[in-house]
């Protein structure tokens, strides 16, 4: 397993390398190089410096060019900067992840690396360890080379099923041939957790499923709080919930089932979306989606593209879905001058205008609201029960007479 957990008291250091390429412009390379900043901080480690290249695309030899690679061994090999860790924002194939530790001789992660210490440590339940556990053996199995971790020590003396090395066995194949073993019994354990999760969905009734989905640390956990009432774990950093949350919720005596999801992120590892199939079966059999965006964030636009993305494959974009723009009690903007006339940036988006706009686009199915303030929480309870109404009368005709007579 990737072991490296950095929880302890003392921060390791890192420097972050990322691309500027021409599919990646400078400020989204700089924008993305903030949220592995963000990581790292998730994962209790400290960024020294940043190195950043233009290139045409990634060296397939080193992912930086050579030239580069030199620059950040300098940096990392002298002593008083006190590197521990270099950290690279995409996923690094096994050669380049063998290449560079050969040049660099610290610790390398990637983003899926790190994605997955932070999971590992967050998950709780014993579903989300198992769900991570599988994610990690299968992000190890290809890189098994450069990781060599000495895995029969885990195999606990012949027990799990796994073989100790036989003669003439080198220990490549012997850790590669656990691994499997691993994999294989993981999801076996995955396989019987989906068919409990399964027939727990199924015994919920036909009460209306409400999914809240989002970017992670959108706010999706505070308003879950705020909604059932329930002390949901919240906390400012990404991914504070793995495990999917399910609260009976009610709204003017209408009942349904509210649903608090894992968040997404730019290049999630496919991984995790595998091993977390189960959790995210409860976005796949919602009846209604509420998509909540932390308005606040300078590229809230392309987060929410990489939200849909993901829905999109997970759904097919079938589901109606409610936008929720939270925390608008910290979004902020720079007025522009009326003779200015450059082009209006997101900075210079007043929030009326940007509700206005949105109001519009999406044909009044979206609301504005701050979960922490506690800001126009009526409209959005206003606007969720004519959805979920709408739902239930349509599962339900004999329903709609109860509504409008006690209505």
């Given at each position: 397993m990737i072991k490296d957990r950095t929880t302890g008291t003392n921060p390791e250091n890192a420097v972050?390398?990322?691309?500027?390429?021409?599919?990646?412009?400078?400020?989204?390379?700089?924008?993305?190089?903030?949220?592995?900043?963000?990581?790292?901080?998730?994962?209790?480690?400290?960024?020294?410096?940043?190195?950043?290249?233009?290139?045409?695309?990634?060296?397939?030899?080193?992912?930086?060019?050579?030239?580069?690679?030199?620059?950040?061994?300098?940096?990392?090999?002298?002593?008083?900067?006190?590197?521990?860790?270099?950290?690279?924002?995409?996923?690094?194939?096994?050669?380049?992840?063998?290449?560079?530790?050969?040049?660099?001789?610290?610790?390398?992660?990637?983003?899926?690396?790190?994605?997955?210490?932070?999971?590992?440590?967050?998950?709780?339940?014993?579903?989300?360890?198992?769900?991570?556990?599988?994610?990690?053996?299968?992000?190890?199995?290809p890189r098994l080379k450069s990781m060599w971790t000495h895995l029969e020590r885990q195999s606990g003396g012949g027990g799990g099923g796994f073989r100790m090395r036989g003669p003439g066995?080198?220990?490549?194949?012997?850790?590669?041939?656990?691994?499997?073993?691993?994999?294989?019994?993981?999801?076996?354990?995955?396989?019987?957790?989906d068919r409990q999760k399964s027939i727990q969905r199924q015994n919920r009734g036909r009460l209306?499923?409400?999914?809240?989905?989002?970017y992670t640390n959108a706010g999706?956990?505070?308003?879950?709080?705020?909604?059932?009432?329930?002390?949901?774990?919240?906390?400012?950093?990404?991914?504070?919930?793995?495990?999917?949350?399910?609260?009976?919720?009610?709204?003017?005596?209408?009942?349904?089932l509210l649903t608090d999801t894992v968040g997404f992120i730019r290049k999630l590892p496919a991984e995790l979306i595998e091993s977390f199939k189960s959790t995210l079966d409860e976005v796949r059999e919602a009846d209604l989606l509420v998509h909540v965006v932390d308005v606040s964030h300078p590229s809230f636009e392309e987060r929410i593209e990489v939200v849909d993305r993901t829905l999109e494959g997970l759904t097919g974009g079938s589901k109606p879905v409610i936008t929720v723009f939270n925390k608008i009690d910290i979004f902020s903007y720079v007025n522009k001058e009326a003779d200015d006339l450059t082009p209006l940036t997101r900075e210079n988006i007043s929030l009326d205008d940007l509700r206005r706009t949105w109001?519009?686009?999406?044909?009044?199915?979206?609301v504005f609201i701050s979960a922490v303030g506690r800001q126009n929480i009526d409209e959005f309870r206003a606007v969720l029960y004519d959805r979920v109404r709408s739902i239930h009368v349509n599962r339900f005709p004999y329903n709609d007479f109860l509504f409008h007579h006690f209505d």
């Amino acid at each position: 397993m990737i072991k490296d957990r950095t929880t302890g008291t003392n921060p390791e250091n890192a420097v972050l390398v990322g691309l500027i390429t021409p599919e990646q412009r400078e400020s989204q390379s700089r924008e993305y190089l903030d949220e592995l900043e963000f990581l790292a901080e998730t994962a209790k480690i400290r960024t020294v410096r940043r190195f950043i290249q233009r290139l045409e695309a990634p060296n397939s030899l080193t992912f930086v060019g050579s030239g580069k690679l030199q620059e950040i061994r300098d940096f990392v090999e002298d002593a008083d900067n006190g590197i521990d860790i270099v950290i690279f924002d995409d996923e690094l194939t096994p050669r380049q992840l063998h290449n560079i530790e050969a040049g660099l001789k610290v610790k390398i992660m990637d983003r899926t690396s790190l994605i997955l210490n932070i999971f590992a440590v967050r998950a709780r339940t014993a579903h989300a360890k198992t769900q991570v556990e599988l994610a990690e053996y299968n992000y190890m199995l290809p890189r098994l080379k450069s990781m060599w971790t000495h895995l029969e020590r885990q195999s606990g003396g012949g027990g799990g099923g796994f073989r100790m090395r036989g003669p003439g066995e080198t220990q490549l194949e012997t850790d590669r041939r656990i691994v499997l073993g691993k994999i294989s019994k993981l999801k076996s354990e995955i396989m019987e957790i989906d068919r409990q999760k399964s027939i727990q969905r199924q015994n919920r009734g036909r009460l209306v499923r409400v999914a809240l989905v989002g970017y992670t640390n959108a706010g999706k956990s505070t308003l879950m709080r705020l909604m059932t009432g329930s002390e949901v774990f919240v906390e400012d950093k990404l991914f504070a919930t793995l495990d999917t949350t399910v609260r009976k919720t009610t709204i003017d005596n209408l009942a349904f089932l509210l649903t608090d999801t894992v968040g997404f992120i730019r290049k999630l590892p496919a991984e995790l979306i595998e091993s977390f199939k189960s959790t995210l079966d409860e976005v796949r059999e919602a009846d209604l989606l509420v998509h909540v965006v932390d308005v606040s964030h300078p590229s809230f636009e392309e987060r929410i593209e990489v939200v849909d993305r993901t829905l999109e494959g997970l759904t097919g974009g079938s589901k109606p879905v409610i936008t929720v723009f939270n925390k608008i009690d910290i979004f902020s903007y720079v007025n522009k001058e009326a003779d200015d006339l450059t082009p209006l940036t997101r900075e210079n988006i007043s929030l009326d205008d940007l509700r206005r706009t949105w109001v519009s686009k999406s044909h009044n199915n979206c609301v504005f609201i701050s979960a922490v303030g506690r800001q126009n929480i009526d409209e959005f309870r206003a606007v969720l029960y004519d959805r979920v109404r709408s739902i239930h009368v349509n599962r339900f005709p004999y329903n709609d007479f109860l509504f409008h007579h006690f209505d």
